[in-house]
């Protein structure tokens, strides 16, 4: 969830009209599949706590993305501060937004956790204006504007019906996740670091896969792997493709 960002990154990185074509394309592909990786977390989250999930689709994920770099590409090993860079990226992009966000789709629905994350290119917006003196055009605006209501309107809507329990939690969790990504997102957009963008993923989510399997053993909301549904393993395996 939240893949957009990525290639985002390596639109930043691009400079011939080719590149950025290929690299618009390729963002318009993953923006498509991204919004059924939402509907496919629910499925996976149904058996199987979200942490837990989260965990093993990062690790299976970042280990394949590892494994092409360093056996097939031969990149080296990032340096001392980008590996500080890479750990903090880690905790921001994969802890606080995936695996979150992960976690809150077994309280709410599925769309409306991807209502929630689909609001982070105006939280980035947001941060912008009130930390970093950006000035947005009119367009800009009312694209925020239509954007809060929308939420807003769904929020209100569903006040007035009969919500599971953990619905308040599963909202906040979205938020949290949401706004985490922005913030990640736009340390992502002044990267100093020259590093691959996908072998970057790879590290952080290896990384953020050991620490939110902490979390999770520590607060005992996982269960043994021979225990988990061939559904929520199904889910996982569409996930990490």
């Known amino acids: 969830m939240f893949a957009p960002a990525t290639i985002q990154a390596v639109l930043n990185q ?3 009209p080719q590149q950025q074509r290929l690299a618009y394309g390729a963002l318009a592909i993953t923006s498509t599949i991204w919004g059924s990786t939402w509907v496919v977390s629910k499925l996976g ?7 837990q999930v989260s965990f093993i ?3 299976i ?3 394949i993305f590892l494994l092409y770099f360093l056996v097939f590409k031969k990149e080296k090993l990032p340096k001392k501060q980008q590996f500080a860079w890479l750990f903090m990226m880690s905790v921001i992009m994969f802890v606080f937004a995936n695996a979150i966000s992960t976690w809150s789709i077994q309280y709410i629905p599925s769309g409306l956790g991807a209502l929630i994350g689909a609001l982070y290119p105006l939280s980035v917006a947001i941060i912008q204006m009130l930390f ?4 947005p055009s009119w367009l800009t ?3 925020l504007l239509l954007g809060f209501a929308g939420v807003g309107f769904v929020l209100y809507e569903n006040a007035f019906h009969q919500q599971p329990k953990g619905y308040v939690l599963g909202v906040l969790l979205a938020l949290f996740a949401m706004l985490s990504w922005s913030v990640g997102t736009i340390f992502l957009s002044r990267n100093k670091f020259q590093i691959n963008p996908y072998y970057a993923t790879g590290w952080q989510m290896v990384m953020s896969s050991v620490m939110v399997a ?5 607060t005992g ?3 043994p792997f021979n225990s988990i549904a061939v559904n929520t393993w199904w889910a996982i395996a569409y996930l990490v493709t």
């Open 214 to 218: 902490c979390i999770a053993y520590g």
């Open 45 to 51: 989250v149904q058996h199987t706590h979200g942490l």
């Open 57 to 59: 689709r990062q690790f």
């Open 61 to 63: 994920a970042g280990s």
């Open 132 to 135: 970093l003196k950006y000035k």
């Open 14 to 16: 691009t400079t011939t």
């Open 221 to 223: 909301v996982t269960q």
């Open 141 to 143: 605006m009312v694209g």
